[in-house]
């Protein structure tokens, strides 16, 4: 059982009157109903995170409290439950903008993923910037949300997609970038953490050397906001997005943080109502940010799943949830790295929560196939970062993700499941 007991690294951060209760798995594990449920006869053995994470019970509590007790349409009626509602939705708000130590709640939108939080920035503050000829730079560890809505925009505008190379590690060069950074960039996009690798980007240097050319900075946040403080002052980028169901909350919630004076600028996403000041047939004139961005009913309950999902990650304190995840990953590379025929796809010298790996003569889908068996839950394919594949030489990887409610035991039943196909397919 692991148990940490120390403060996060920056207490102003936490939600207001939460105080970080320490860390016991044990103890953290019993907030999770669904890790209860026996997979084919077996404890279940959840490592597929990266993916999406489970829901602890404040979350699913909050959700229903919301229906039961708040719901109503946010931002427009008079009456007590709109009111109530609309309270909700902004404290949500509120404890995003904590969680990330952003500067005001006017730099958090509410979006429904990191999907759709780089296609708002691609759609409004791309399509504003980039003309013919120009260039947007991303990485070749992008999973395909960080690709494909910037590869649409340059096609649409005529301007030029560019690829930070990485090393055999899985590790940018970031020399590269450098090279890449010209007058013609219009942004840099780049994930925090790799979902195929697990990859940690160097974002505050990254971000230091496009500001330096003054470009901003766009960072996919998916994999990071689970398991790493992100703290957007420090990193100093302009945009962060994240998933609220990689985060412990629920699907359909997501986030966009963006600096206010770009946000401010920035012509809106969709339109509809809610995103509006007012509206004639001759004119529309735009409601203030964040709500420019927000057009019709956002996901209420999401938004309240998500703030109780925060405030428990707040709780436990990220730092002790990053240093779990941490020896858990040193744990598995070791043990995994030990099997005979296998080899470890990404051994960048800064790693977080996912561990990816080939298996000399088996397919990765027969590995996962078979461990589902004994009730573990893994991803295999190409995590939808298939450039990433390509770079190391294979079509698919087997996937191991962590959480935070993840336990060696469960480490030693897995690398237990590998030892066995091995045997099988030996
Ligand atoms: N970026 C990264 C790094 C991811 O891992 C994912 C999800 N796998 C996404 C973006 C997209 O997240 P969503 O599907 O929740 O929008």
Partial sequence: ???????????????????????????????????????????????????????????????????????????????????????????????????????????????????????????????????????????????????????????????????????????????????????????????????????????????????????????????????LTVDVQKLGCDFYAFSGHKAYGPTGIGILYGKSDLLEDMPPYQGGGDMIRSVTFEKTIYNKIPHKFEAGTPDMSGAVGLNAALKYLNRLGMDNIAAHEAELLAYATDAISRIPGIRVIGTAKEKAGVLSFVMEGVHPHDIGTILDQEGIAIRTGHHCAQPVMERFGVDATARVSLGLYNTKQEIDALVRGIHNIRKVFA
Avoid at 67 to 76: K, M, V
Avoid at 157 to 167: C, D, E, H, Y
Wanted: proline residues 4%.
């Fill in 1 to 227: 059982m692991t148990k940490l007991l120390r403060m996060p690294s920056n207490p102003g951060q936490a939600v207001a009157h939460e105080i970080a209760l320490g860390f016991d798995v044990e103890r953290v594990r019993a907030d999770f109903p669904i890790l209860q449920t026996k997979i084919h006869g077996h404890n279940l053995v959840y490592l597929d995170n990266a993916a999406t994470s489970q829901k602890p019970k404040a979350a699913i509590a909050a959700i229903t409290r919301y229906y039961e007790r708040d719901n109503a349409n946010i931002h427009r009626g008079v009456h007590y439950l709109s009111e109530r509602a609309t309270a909700e939705f902004e404290a949500a708000r509120k404890t995003v903008q904590m969680f990330l130590n952003a500067l005001h709640p006017a730099e958090i939108v509410f979006v429904r993923g990191a999907t759709e939080a780089i296609n708002l920035v691609a759609q409004t503050y791309g399509r504003a910037t980039v003309s013919a000829g120009d260039e947007v730079v991303i990485t070749a560890l992008e999973h395909h949300s960080n690709i494909v809505p910037w590869q649409m925009l340059c096609e649409e505008k005529g301007a030029m997609l560019r690829i930070v190379p990485i090393n055999d590690d899985g590790d940018l060069i970031l020399e590269e970038l450098d090279r890449l950074l010209g007058p013609r960039t219009k942004i840099v996009a780049v994930s925090h953490v790799s979902n195929a690798l697990g990859t940690v980007n160097a974002i505050t240097d990254i971000v230091q050397r496009s500001h330096a050319k003054n470009i901003p900075v766009l960072i996919d946040g998916a994999q990071a906001a689970p398991r």
